[in-house]
């Protein structure tokens, strides 16, 4: 062990494994290489973080993400659903029984016995911030899903005790982490398109309401409809495109003309918006308009598009068809010609939301989607609604 600093150290050539008491674990000679590391890595120590996963329908993707990376481990679960443990917990990611969870609070209660460095939070909304409050408390740093909790407040506490706590709390942005979204925004910060004055950022679906008679048509257990679950996808997007100015004003309008008399109909429990739309205007005099809807008479099942203009050019972000592929367009002009780029490939390397978090924490830096970017946009969210509910614009307060 090192003097004074609480971290093992390694130099042997057998190969050892420890733990360190922030939940990595040191591995070094042919263990390392035994572990599935590169052999530039095996010839010295190499840190891996000790991940618990809680919440499991979202959280497969979490499960499925640490697993595939070789800095993190998956070493505990929790989801409240005795299949889901069952399926995703003991077949799917190889624990024992005694790894698999129903209450997040003996989880939490057993971090330092499970050697645990971090968790991710994928439950319903009005469960990010309590669960997350709690894990920062045990000494855990955190990923959290998407949108960051219910309400500014919520948000500004969870930043304030992971600031406090000096841990890592990342917002699961997952869209930044597109090959095509990074594309864009390495030209964007070359100063490809200039400076941004206007954006458009939408998400529509024809008929796609989630879980319909669940949580997230329940204001009291989601916070809202498809602006609070799909627009905050894009309207993050758009704003890490935009170099995340900060937003001043917000006028939003909210409407349920679809999903409350379909609810009605079939018995259901619906009380959130099923359309959304915003205009936000930012301190660097930029204005974006967001949109989202999870039911509409349009022509496409998956409409998704980000699009920002620029004095010298602009970008387009958008899915093909209507899926979950995307496709890169930059807009420039030169030559006396106005000019079409699209995306084929990415030649450089790409990683995940998950890897991103991993690393954060291992290499103890600032992870792309901080806690901070997570309230600048749920203060967003907050205005939306609150416009739509008064009718007039909303200033956005600090």
């Not at 304030?160 to 095509?180: E, P």
């Not at 070359?190 to 458009?200: D, K, L, T």
């Amino acid at each position: 062990m090192a003097a004074g600093d609480g971290r093992a150290m390694c130099g042997n050539e057998t190969g050892t494994v420890l733990t360190e008491g922030d939940g990595a674990v040191l591995l070094c000679g042919p263990g390392a290489a035994r572990a599935g590391f590169s052999k530039g890595a095996a010839m010295a120590a190499e840190r891996r973080l000790n991940v618990a996963v809680i919440g499991l329908g979202m959280g497969r993707g979490h499960l499925r993400g640490y697993r595939d990376y070789e800095r993190s481990a998956v070493v505990a679960v929790c989801d409240k659903d005795p299949d889901r443990l069952r399926d995703r917990g003991l077949a799917e990611a190889g624990l024992s029984e005694d790894r698999c969870y129903t209450d997040y609070r003996r989880l939490l209660a057993d971090a330092k016995a499970l050697g645990l460095g971090a968790v991710s939070v994928a439950l319903p909304n009005c469960l990010h911030a309590p669960v997350t409050l709690a894990a920062i408390k045990a000494g855990l740093h955190v990923l959290c899903e998407k949108p960051m909790a219910m309400n500014a407040r919520q948000a500004r506490a969870m930043l304030a005790a992971a600031t406090k706590a000096r841990r890592t709390l990342m917002i699961n942005f997952s869209y930044r982490f597109t090959d095509q979204a990074r594309a864009l925004k390495r030209r964007v910060d070359e100063g490809a398109i200039g400076e941004v004055y206007f954006g458009r950022s939408a998400w529509h679906r024809r008929r796609g309401l989630p879980g319909f008679g669940g949580w997230f048509g329940q204001k009291a257990l989601s916070g809202g409809g498809p602006i609070i679950d799909l627009g905050v996808h894009r309207l993050d997007l758009a704003m890490w495109l935009m170099g995340n100015p900060r937003p001043v004003t917000v006028s939003g309008g909210t409407y349920d003309r679809i999903g409350s008399a379909l609810a009605k109909r079939r018995r259901k429990t619906f009380d959130v918006e099923d359309l959304g739309c915003a205009m936000i205007r930012f301190d660097s005099g930029a204005t974006l308009l967001l949109e989202a809807s999870w039911a509409g008479h349009t022509d496409k099942a998956e409409d998704m598009i980000t699009q920002l203009w620029g004095t010298r050019g602009g970008v387009i972000h958008r899915n093909v068809g209507e899926g979950y592929d995307f496709e890169a367009r930059l807009i420039t002009e030169a030559g006396e010609a106005l000019w079409d780029s699209r995306l084929l490939q990415p030649t450089g390397p790409a990683s995940s939301a998950y890897q991103e978090f991993v690393d954060a924490v291992l290499d103890r830096r600032e992870p792309i989607a901080t806690g901070r970017h997570g309230l600048d946009v749920q203060l967003i969210l907050d205005a939306i609604y609150k416009s739509a509910a008064t009718g007039r614009e909303v200033r956005i307060r600090r």
